[in-house]
């Protein structure tokens, strides 16, 4: 194993700080906990709380700021934060105008994200909860009842966040984060597996010429394997999937994301990018927004997901909206 780091037991620990170090301005961390929370706090609106195992940056610290979090928690390297560790972000975030939980559907993250919600209306303080299920690749996986939460989270963090923002009030919030559920949809690929540091060796195996379709982030398997193809090939399989939807038709409006993993090259996701919009444009779906980029990755993993989201007029509005965080700025 080859990674720059100092010691695998300190991975999490080192990063918080040294996010800190680097954005002083934007985030600050809640004493005794692997918490991150606005610096300037979070008074007098509605507060978004978010967050899972690391391993996913800039996911889920680098989107604390105006206009998406209030408060992102960070467990141990692909393990579910606990819920005393949610609790805490809750409390620290909170505005007093309630929070809401995003949830990337992962049963430790629902289990211990409703166990701190229980604990802080039991201190007086209104939760609500969302749960992202956005991949489309399979229904049931390792750690998963239903379909997994993977990029498509970062698009309900920029809409509810930009509505939380604008002092909508926790009914609001919530209602902006169910639509952009029920419209986004997404789906990855890998062509190399990620190194967790503390298990010193590869999640999985591909062959040289292997492909893994369809794989979560943690590194579960996906749909199947297969020779690699060109880019254009498996993006075209990849959109054929998340159209096979049929949630998006002809004449609508789309934010499109093309996520890389980790290790894969930007040029990479760009070339990527342009056959998505080939697609979109023959199927005369009209892309209103484009976000190209490491948005949430699997430590090391190489690879990509594709993610749409349609748009209406109040998703367009909060999607354009301004944020400035350490991962995401828009003025």
Not at 87 to 104: F, P
Request: glycine fraction near 10%.
């Amino acid at each position: 194993m080859k990674k720059m780091i100092n010691s695998p037991d300190n991975v999490v620990e080192e990063m918080l700080q040294g996010m800190i170090s680097a954005h002083p301005d934007y985030v600050k961390r809640v004493d005794g906990c692997d918490v991150l929370v606005r610096a300037q706090g979070s008074q007098g609106k509605v507060v978004l709380v978010s967050g899972g195992g690391s391993g996913h940056e800039p996911a889920h610290g680098g989107y604390v700021g105006k206009g998406m979090l209030d408060a992102a928690v960070a467990g141990a390297m692909f393990t579910s934060p606990t819920p005393d560790q949610v609790y805490e972000a809750i409390k620290a975030a909170d505005g007093g105008k309630g929070a809401l939980l995003v949830i990337k559907n992962y049963t430790g993250d629902v289990m211990n994200f409703e166990m701190a919600a229980e604990m802080a209306a039991d201190e007086g303080i209104r939760v609500e909860k969302v749960v992202v299920n956005d991949d489309v690749a399979v229904e049931d996986s390792t750690w998963t009842t239903g379909r997994r939460g993977i990029a498509g989270t970062i698009f309900v963090h920029k809409c509810a966040g930009a509505c939380a923002e604008a002092g909508g009030d926790l009914d609001a919030v919530k209602a902006v984060a169910e639509k952009v559920i029920a419209n986004v949809r997404s789906m990855g690929m890998a062509l190399a597996p990620c190194t967790v540091p503390t298990a010193g060796k590869p999640s999985f195996e591909l062959a040289e010429d292997e492909v893994e379709i369809g794989m979560g982030i943690h590194g579960e398997p996906g749909t199947h394997r297969e020779k690699i193809r060109s880019v254009d090939e498996t993006t075209a399989h990849l959109l054929d999937k998340i159209l096979a939807e049929g949630i998006y038709n002809e004449g609508d409006e789309v934010a499109v994301m093309v996520n890389g993993l980790g290790a894969t090259p930007l040029q990479e996701l760009y070339i990527a990018n342009l056959k998505v919009s080939q697609v979109l444009a023959e199927k005369n779906i009209k892309i209103a927004k484009t976000l190209v980029g490491n948005y949430m990755t699997s430590i090391d993993m190489a690879g990509y997901s594709v993610s749409l989201l349609k748009l209406d007029a109040e998703l367009k509005e909060l999607l354009n909206a301004p944020a400035d965080t350490p991962a995401y700025k828009q003025f």
